[in-house]
Every structure is written in C-alpha cells, then in structure tokens.
C-alpha cells in the first residue's frame, strides 16, 4: 500500500488543522491505520491509530481530546483531526499502516511521506 499525506500548514496556538492521508489499492479497508509525528531533534513518536472497520482507535496521551482519528474506507482515506493546538505539537506528521492494529500501534510496515505542521505562539 503507498500512502499520500497532506493537510499540514502554519497555524495558531488554539488552532485546527485536518490531516489526510490517502492509500492506493483495493485493500485499504483491510489496514489498520496510524499518525505519528517527529518533532526537530527528537524520535518519531505514535500519535494516534485506528483498526480497520473504525471500531477501536488510540490515542498518545499528549493529543488525547484534542485529536481525532477517524476514516473512510470509500475514499481509502484516513483523517487526524487536530484542534487546539499547541506549539509542541509542532512536528512532522507521518501516516502509517499495516495488517493489525496492534503493529500499527508499535511498528506499522507502510509509511507515507511526511506533512509538517508548524504551531504559532
């Protein structure tokens, strides 16, 4: 699976931004999916994940009811809604997936290119 991130940009502490990341092939639907980020200077870190039917998702505590991961399988396209923003959550944002959500969680096999996202105090 290719996976094509975009929605990243300058914002605003207090901010929202959408991240997407549209999959290539027909078997998206099959895939859990996650975000993670890198910030300048430290490891890319999870931020989110989401299994294959919407079911479960999780969550780093650091976004936890500022973030929202969700997804639609008709489109092979999962979304990392971020509202109020923060300056720490500046970074790059990466999409990921793989088989189970467990891996995507831990070690996903699929990565997209980044998006930066840059959070204004």
């Known amino acids: 699976v290719q996976l094509q991130a975009c929605g990243g940009g300058l914002v605003q502490a207090g901010g929202s931004l959408r991240l997407s990341c549209a999959a290539s092939g027909r078997t998206f639907s099959r895939y859990g999916m996650g975000w993670f980020r890198q910030a300048p200077g430290k490891e890319r870190e999870f931020v989110a994940a989401i299994s294959w039917n919407g079911g479960s998702t999780d969550y780093a505590d650091s976004v936890k009811g500022r973030f929202t991961i969700s997804r639609d399988n008709a489109k092979n396209t999962v979304y990392l809604q971020m509202n109020s923003l923060k300056p720490e959550d500046t970074a790059v944002y990466y999409c990921?997936?793989?088989?189970?959500?467990?891996?995507?969680?831990?070690?996903?096999?699929?990565w997209g290119q980044g998006t930066l996202v840059t959070v204004s105090s």
């Open positions: 990921a997936a793989d088989g189970g959500f467990i891996v995507v969680v831990t070690s996903p096999r699929y």
